[in-house]
T-cell receptor, first 118, second 113 residues
Framework: AQTVTQSQPEMSVQEAETVTLSCTYD???????LFWYKQPPSRQMILVIR??????QNATENRFSVNFQKAAKSFSLKISDSQLGDAAMYFC???????????????FGKGTKLSVIP | DTEVTQTPKHLVMGMTNKKSLKCEQH?????MYWYKQKAKKPPELMFV???????INESVPSRFSPECPNSSLLNLHLHALQPEDSALYLC????????????FGSGTRLTVV
């Protein structure tokens, strides 16, 4: 079974600085999808960024970028120019590429709570 | 419309009550999901509907009964719940089986007294 590990339960960053959240996963698959979700106090899970395992290029969305190391099974999220609105719980998630009912399942890490200091 | 709408936002119910949670999306997504999230934990998958048919039931107790009346609506019927069922219930939808990510609603905060 796939597992996703986020080793940093909590992190903090100064406003306008850069922070990196780590995520590792375990899988025997060669093709899969990785996601970072943000959950602010408003509770809604918001998709931050997505990476397809067969693409070597790291995904980027504005101030958010990932460092995807397939061989090391590592998928870290870098937030540049941190803003107060970035404060939230961040979840790393894995989805396999297999077909059938199991393909609908997302495996989440336990989350990292990010605080932004003004 | 790029949202998943959940109602109500908050619900308090007694252990003998019957209530329903509602989820709606108009993005044309054909897969819809119910997740349960306890405080400071990641979401846990409960049910998956694909093309209005139940695809996954993660061994959820029968006091939770899902229903998908059409491609835009997903309900979760609640009956005889226990205090430990108090949690945030999140609905999500996806295009296909979720390779492009899931769109989540903001959840229903359920308290069972």
């Amino acid at each position: 079974a796939q597992t996703v590990t986020q080793s940093q339960p909590e992190m903090s960053v100064q406003e306008a600085e850069t922070v990196t959240l780590s995520c590792t996963y375990d899988t025997s698959e060669s093709d899969y999808y990785l996601f970072w979700y943000k959950q602010p106090p408003s509770r809604q899970m918001i998709l931050v960024i997505r990476q397809e395992a067969y693409k070597q290029q790291n995904a980027t969305e504005n101030r958010f970028s990932v460092n995807f190391q397939k061989a090391a099974k590592s998928f870290s999220l870098k937030i540049s120019d941190s803003q107060l609105g970035d404060a939230a719980m961040y979840f790393c998630a894995y989805r396999g590429s297999f077909s059938g009912a199991g393909s609908y399942q997302l495996t989440f890490g336990k989350g990292t709570k990010l605080s932004v200091i003004p | 419309d790029t949202e998943v709408t959940q109602t109500p936002k908050h619900l308090v119910m007694g252990m003998t009550n019957k209530k329903s949670l509602k989820c709606e999306q108009h993005m044309g997504h054909r897969a819809m999901y119910w997740y349960k999230q306890k405080a400071k934990k990641p979401p846990e998958l409960m049910f998956v509907y694909s093309y209005e048919k139940l695809s996954i039931n993660e061994s959820v107790p029968s006091r939770f009964s899902p229903e998908c009346p059409n491609s835009s609506l997903l309900n979760l019927h609640l009956h005889a719940l226990q205090p430990e069922d108090s949690a945030l219930y999140l609905c999500a939808s996806s295009q296909g089986a979720g390779r492009y990510g899931y769109t989540f609603g903001s959840g229903t905060r359920l308290t069972v007294v």
